[in-house]
């Protein structure tokens, strides 16, 4: 089992937020922009993986319980998406791949474990 | 324990600020210590109704009222009502208008996810008066 911090590192992904915050456990990964999705399927164990990095994207990973947000692509969250991050101790990463991409690293990484 | 009631004013304003009403309500029953798989559902449904109430109502009122059994959830709101409930039902099926998609929302699924995390669900609904879930989720 890996914790989101783990699997930050060992992916590569840097920290928009959270790199204090608590070290949730990391079992896979859900990929989906679309938000009523995410909160309907994602696990809470699952990290979001999305380019979506709207504040209402930090509200979802709220109310899912969701160890972790991976913006993909190298997105940026918006100002209000990063304060509703810090308020709420949300771990927010950042990837410069894309989703598939981001998808199949976290995959590698979990597997080798 | 003595019934704890909740109540909230849903703003249909500011759509990115949708979900403080919910998000209260999970630190509240966070505090009263409830399993954080109940918290999960609870946090999930309301928000889902929070944002609907948002998206086609204008707002609304939230109250919630939690007893160590049961958490009941009832979200009233004084917009168009839904036309076609079992349409409304079906996963995929909105009516939510293009700059909720843009946003992330509006794909269908909000009721469909209300009913998932559940375990029973009201809707009462009149065309042009008004529509109120009721939600209850047993702990």
């Given amino acids: 089992m890996m914790n989101v911090h783990e699997l930050a590192k060992a992916c590569g992904f840097t920290y928009f937020s959270g790199a204090n915050a608590e070290a949730r456990p990391v079992c896979g990964a859900y990929c989906c922009d679309l938000l009523s999705w995410v909160i309907g399927r994602a696990g809470d164990e699952d990290a979001l993986v999305t380019v979506m990095s709207n504040t209402n994207v930090m509200a979802v990973a709220v109310m899912a319980d969701l160890p972790c947000v991976i913006l993909s692509e190298g997105v940026k969250p918006d100002e209000r998406a990063l304060e509703k991050a810090i308020e709420n101790d949300i771990i927010v990463l950042s990837s410069p791949d894309p989703t598939y991409a981001t998808a199949v690293k976290i995959y590698e990484v979990l597997k080798s474990v | ?139």
């Fill in chain 2, 1 to 139: 324990m003595e019934p704890i009631v909740l109540t909230y004013q849903v703003d249909g304003e500011d759509f990115s600020a949708a979900g403080e009403a919910s998000s209260s309500v999970k630190k509240t029953l966070k505090q009263l210590g409830f399993s954080p798989d109940v918290i999960r559902r609870v946090a999930i449904a309301m928000y889902e109704g929070e944002i609907n109430m948002v998206i086609h109502a204008d707002g609304g009122e939230a109250r919630v009222e939690i007893t160590q059994s049961t958490i009941c959830i009832i979200l009233a709101d004084k917009g168009p009502g839904i036309k076609d409930i079992n349409l409304a039902m079906q996963e995929g099926y909105s009516t939510a208008p293009e700059e909720v998609r843009n946003l992330g929302f509006g794909a269908g699924m909000g009721l469909p996810n209300i009913k998932k995390y559940s375990d029973e669900l009201k809707i009462d609904t009149e065309l042009g008066v008004g529509t109120t879930l009721t939600i209850l989720i047993n702990t």
